[in-house]
């Protein structure tokens, strides 16, 4: 099974301040990487699929970026409700699965 | 616009069977081209993959809740459903059922709902 982990586990940062998050895969997933962003009580979001490409609807502020192991998420200015946890996923064509990293928590210094 | 929407108990009593449902709308079900997912949330902490079905009902559960998880489809609702038997305080989360793009993505989701298990 493939693990994923994020870095850091909690991020502090100021409205305006660019924002880098991490994400390592334990062997390579090709750019098969997807980002979310979940805030208190509500459904994980897509932001980023296939490594670097915008889902529907999200600002041009959020860009992804890697292959193979490593992968960075990057807010370029942060806006106040870019405040909340992140996630990474990957899927796994054999043995089918998909599996999250632990997630890293964006909060306002 | 497709919409997600989880239903069924908020309360199982331990060794029971949690079942939840989940009602797709703004879509079918059937047209094909995604799979659709379970996926759990345990109280503060990351999200773990249950498992997913097709419509034409093939389905692929995680390795770890496979003895455990059922999930199946009706069509004619435009529904899928979840059953994990056997449970305990340790499957305490809250269920996400979600749409699975061919590349492996979840692309919507519905609220969720929060399943407790106690006696």
């Known amino acids: 099974e493939i693990v994923l982990t994020q870095s850091p586990a909690t991020l502090s940062l100021s409205p305006g301040e660019r924002a880098t998050l991490s994400c390592r895969a334990s062997?390579?997933?090709?750019?098969?990487l997807a980002w979310y962003q979940q805030k208190p009580g509500q459904a994980p979001r897509l932001l980023i699929y296939?490594?670097?490409n915008r889902a529907t609807g999200i600002p041009a502020r959020f860009s992804g970026s890697g292959s193979g192991t490593d992968f960075t998420l990057t807010i370029s200015s942060l806006e106040p409700e870019d405040f909340a946890v992140y996630y990474c996923?990957?899927?796994?064509?054999?043995?089918?699965?998909?599996?999250f990293g632990q997630g890293t928590k964006l909060e306002i210094k | 616009q497709v919409q997600l929407q989880e239903s069924g108990p908020g309360l199982v009593k331990p060794s029971q069977t949690l079942s939840l449902t989940c009602t797709v709308s703004?879509?079918?079900?059937?047209?094909?081209?995604?799979?659709w997912s379970w996926i759990r949330q345990h109280p503060g902490k990351g999200l773990e993959w249950i498992g997913y079905?097709?419509?034409?009902?093939?389905?692929y559960y995680n390795p770890s809740l496979k003895s455990r998880v059922t999930i199946s489809v009706d069509t004619s609702k435009n529904q899928f459903s979840l059953k994990l038997s056997s449970v305990t305080a340790a499957d305490t989360a809250v269920y996400y059922c979600?749409?699975?793009?061919?590349?492996?993505?979840?692309?919507?989701w519905g609220q969720g709902t929060l399943v407790t298990v106690s006696s």
């Open positions: 979600a749409r699975v793009t061919d590349m492996g993505y979840f692309d919507y």
């Open positions: 703004g879509g079918s079900i059937s047209s094909g081209g995604y799979y």
């Open positions: 079905i097709y419509y034409s009902g093939s389905t």
């Open positions: 062997q390579s997933v090709s750019s098969y």
């Open positions: 296939d490594a670097s």
């Open positions: 996923q990957q899927r796994s064509n054999w043995p089918p699965g998909y599996t």
